[in-house]
């Protein structure tokens, strides 16, 4: 996704519908490396002929079993050229979870070695991210400061629902931005970082999955959202139709499969099919 075009949103497990939602919803909460409602993949039409070949913002792997998520390979900054994509912004890390601890290590380090974990997310009791701390290599913008510094990401929950990011970089001189969530009645994300979402009052669906919207600097934010930890964020309850960034777009074209999943849309660049695991 690109850093000023985030696309979740990573729509995860929709929840069924309710006048006014302020928990997780219909489906019983679960580790979302395990959970029965994981999106595996989805391709996004609109970056293939930029960068010169199918472009998934993000693909899982799975254990023996085919269930448990032990590794992710993700992209964002797809606004650049396919050479520069490939070779800085895309991203390939083995998940391993330990008690409270998730740790994200890198499949291939960079030139001149360095530590091999990208990603060292805190859960708390409940299971649900408390603080992330990214090195440089998730997060390009930190290649500018040197030392190389560490981006830490606290999150902050209101009746079960996260209500804002607050970002802290490893450094004395840095500001603490908090980019705050907000929520309609229903309990569909509406805004967040300077982008809005609008919905379709009247459609419900049982499962989503949207890749659009969410504006950077967030990739630790979003990088979660994929792996299925924000699903009051990535599940609406409503159908989207439309989301501004920098500009108003349309999504349309809802499909679903039997299930009562989104498997695909348009997005006004292009079409975005979802495959559910």
């Known amino acids: 996704m690109k850093k000023s ?24 909460q679960q580790n979302p490396l395990t959970s029965d409602y994981q999106v595996a993949e989805c391709h996004a039409t609109e970056y293939d002929e930029w960068l010169g070949y199918a472009h998934y913002p993000f693909k899982k792997t799975y254990d023996h079993s085919g269930h448990t998520v032990v590794g992710i390979d993700c992209g964002f900054e797809d ?8 070779q800085s912004f895309y991203k390939s890390y083995t998940v391993s979870q330990k008690g409270q601890m998730v ?24 299971g649900r991210p408390l603080s992330l701390k990214s090195d440089t ?4 913008d930190l290649l500018d400061y040197w030392p190389p510094q560490y981006l830490i990401q606290n999150y902050v929950y209101k009746d079960n ?12 001189h840095h500001g603490n931005p908090t980019d705050s969530i907000k929520y309609d009645q229903y309990g569909n994300c509406i805004a967040f970082n300077g982008n809005t979402w609008s919905y379709d009052y009247a459609r419900t669906a049982k499962q989503q999955f949207y890749y659009e919207g969410l504006t950077g600097p967030d990739e630790p934010f979003y990088l979660l959202i994929y792996l299925g930890y924000f699903p009051e964020i ?8 439309s989301y501004t960034d920098y500009q108003p777009h349309t999504v349309s074209n809802h499909q679903f499969d039997r299930q009562g999943r989104l498997i695909s849309y348009d997005d006004g660049n292009g079409h975005v099919t979802v495959n559910w695991k």
């Open 5 to 28: 075009l985030f696309a979740p949103v990573g729509m995860l497990v929709l929840f069924a519908a309710s006048s006014c939602r302020k928990d997780l919803g219909h489906f019983p």
């Open 79 to 86: 606004d650049r050229s396919y050479l520069t994509f490939q």
């Open 103 to 126: 740790y994200l290590i890198k499949k291939t380090l960079s030139p001149g070695g360095g530590h091999d974990t990208a990603v060292w997310l805190t859960l708390n009791g409940a």
């Open 137 to 140: 290599s998730l997060i390009y």
């Open 161 to 172: 629902r996260i209500i804002a990011v607050n970002n802290i970089l490893n450094e004395p």
């Open 234 to 241: 990535s599940s609406p309850t409503n159908l989207l139709i």
